[in-house]
């Protein structure tokens, strides 16, 4: 797609699309990074993680071009981006995925996020919030905090713990350290949306350390590694997806290792198409899809977008979507 500055007013408002409004959000919060490096905190939980002999120095500058380049392509396709800019102390090293710290919602509802480790703790930052209100026009209505179940040692990470179908109102989340039930079902009861809660594991048994690694539900399809859900629980995962009528596209875990889990769904606008969809993911996840999967992908969304991070994936164990937190515009 070509750039859609027509996509905003003169007040630099976006237009607000239709049909796929209420899955999709039109703009995103991104965060660039100032210490990138690997987390030797969270490693344990996160096995997509491998260690690097580069400097630090390079390593970060590296994600940042790999960030810059991402942001660059959402905007090209009329995505609106905010990018907040991480301090360099304390250090932050996973500070480019906030999606897992923070949630925006339609209703004006900000959600904080209590996070395993206490690195990751350090990337709650309300300046981020704040700029978010004053430079996309997100109105918060109310704030939920939890981050106080840290204390209790219940964890609970944000869009990466969940995943969420807009539209049906339902949260889908596999269990692992990061992600505890029990919070799960009270976001859920918070926000008014059903939980769907399930175990989901890599090859070596081991739980997905966020949900969003191995499904992902856009407004016309979603995307699910089935054969990770074990079959007590997978018929009823199953189930709940094809209830929405999504065309639903199963990836196998070679695929999830690859990132192909990890997309993320936004909305834009085209002077031909008027309101369309953009499919953000990594080069890698593309190369990673067949030509089936491609081609049913290409069915249900305008366009698709593949940017390269492989220092963020390799280093940082998570992709696009991890550095993406959707802000949607508030419903009146």
């Known amino acids: 797609m070509k750039n859609k500055a027509a ?77 907040a800019e991480d301090t360099e102390r304390p250090a932050k090293p996973d500070a480019l995925f906030p999606n897992n710290w923070v949630s925006f919602h339609a209703d004006g ?5 209590p996070m395993l480790t206490a690195n990751r703790r350090l990337e709650r930052r309300d300046e981020i919030i704040q700029a978010v209100c004053t430079r996309l026009g997100f109105k918060e209505r109310r704030r939920i905090d ?14 990466g713990s969940l995943v969420l179908d807009h539209i049906d109102r339902i949260a889908y989340a596999c269990r692992s350290p990061r992600t505890d039930e029990s919070l799960v079902h009270e976001w859920a009861r918070l926000m008014g949306f059903k939980a769907v809660v399930f175990e989901a594991t890599d090859p070596g ?42 065309e639903i596209i199963e990836i196998d875990r070679g695929a999830v290792a690859a990132f192909a889990g ?12 008027g309101d369309a969809t953009v499919l953000v993911m990594s080069a ?7 030509d ?12 698709m977008l593949a940017v390269p991070v492989p220092t963020i994936e390799q280093v940082g164990g998570g992709s696009v979507r991890c550095m993406l937190a959707e802000v949607p515009e508030c419903s009146e």
């Open 205 to 246: 048994g081991q739980a997905y350390y966020h949900t969003n690694v191995m499904l992902w539900i856009g407004s016309r399809c979603a995307m699910v590694c089935a054969e990770a859900i074990p079959a007590g629980d997978r018929k009823r995962v199953l189930s709940s997806l094809r209830a929405s009528d999504r």
């Open 284 to 290: 890698s996840a593309r190369s990673a899809l067949t």
């Open 146 to 159: 939890l981050s106080s179940e840290e204390g209790a040692g219940r964890f609970l990470e944000g869009t």
């Open 109 to 113: 509802t900000v959600v904080l996020y």
């Open 262 to 273: 990890n997309m993320l769904e936004l909305a834009t606008w085209d002077e031909a198409l």
């Open 292 to 303: 089936t999967q491609l081609r049913l992908l290409s069915g249900c969304v305008d366009a």
């Open 7 to 83: 996509s905003h007013d003169a007040a630099g408002l976006s237009r607000k699309p239709t049909g796929s409004a209420r899955q999709c959000a039109q703009a995103v919060l991104m965060v660039e990074p100032a210490a990138f490096a690997f987390n030797a905190e969270t490693a344990s939980s996160n096995p997509m993680q491998l260690p690097s002999t580069l400097a630090a120095s390079t390593l970060a500058g590296m994600a940042r071009t790999e960030s810059a380049a991402l942001r660059r392509a959402l905007e090209s396709e009329g995505v609106r981006v905010l990018l």
